[in-house]
T-cell receptor, first 113, second 117 residues
Framework: KQEVTQIPAALSVPEGENLVLNCSFT??????LQWFRQDPGKGLTSLLL?????REQTSGRLNASLDKSSGRSTLYIAASQPGDSATYLC????????????FGTGTKLQVIP | DARVTQTPRHKVTEMGQEVTMRCQPI?????VFWYRQTMMQGLELLAY????????DSGMPKDRFSAEMPDATLATLKIQPSEPRDSAVYFC???????????????FGQGTRLTVV
């Protein structure tokens, strides 16, 4: 059974700081890994999708890396802004059968102006 | 602007009542997921459909929950009878059918916030 862990559960940083969110998974047989952002009371917004054959993806100030063999992914946010405050979730899609998606419990980020 | 649409956005109901949540997947997407999100459990997969056929609903309490896709444009999640512990946000997601070579994203709706009192 795939288990996805995100550390830390909560993070508070001053505006302008670079930060790293961590995601680890127990089964390396994955199809892809996706990072989402969730604002309070809202749905999930996809940030980055990394295919199993890729090592990283970049979008603006965001960079996500994937090390399948060690079961880890990181989301790097450069020059954080108050608007980045949200909960960040990673989700792993398995490569077997119906490719079940397993979510981590998230990291709640607060960027202080 | 293609998006997954869920209705209603909010629902408050009394214990014992039937609740039906609806989802319109993105046109052309063949896979539909239902998730439940609570503070304690995070996001949990309830059911998964591919080409309207249920492939896995092992995460769903069978005695009170049911999920269907009457047609390709509508997925429903029904709770009967509802209980206070069902209070959560229910998300629907859709994606293109994975064919073994295409890695796909999951597109989520805004969710239905259910409160059972």
């Amino acid at each position: 059974k795939q288990e996805v862990t995100q550390i830390p559960a909560a993070l508070s940083v001053p505006e302008g700081e670079n930060l790293v969110l961590n995601c680890s998974f127990t089964d390396s047989a994955i199809y892809n890994l996706q990072w989402f952002r969730q604002d309070p009371g809202k749905g999930l917004t996809s940030l980055l999708l990394i295919q199993s054959s890729q090592r990283e993806q970049t979008s603006g100030r965001l960079n996500a890396s994937l090390d399948k063999s060690s079961g880890r992914s990181t989301l790097y946010i450069a020059a954080s802004q108050p608007g980045d405050s949200a909960t960040y979730l990673c989700a792993v899609k398995g490569s077997g059968g119906y490719q079940k998606v397993t979510f981590g419990t998230g990291t709640k980020l607060q960027v202080i102006p | 602007d293609a998006r997954v649409t869920q209705t209603p956005r909010h629902k408050v109901t009394e214990m014992g009542q039937e609740v039906t949540m609806r989802c319109q997947p993105i046109l052309g997407h063949n896979t539909v997921f239902w998730y439940r999100q609570t503070m304690m459990q995070g996001l949990e997969l309830l059911a998964y459909f591919r080409n309207r056929a249920p492939l896995d609903d092992s995460g769903m309490p069978k005695d009170r929950f049911s999920a269907e896709m009457p047609d390709a444009t509508l997925a429903t999640l029904k709770i009967q009878p509802s209980e206070p512990r069902d209070s959560a946000v229910y998300f629907c997601a859709s994606g293109p059918t994975p064919d073994g070579t295409v890695n796909t994203e999951a597109f989520f709706g805004q969710g239905t916030r259910l409160t059972v009192v």
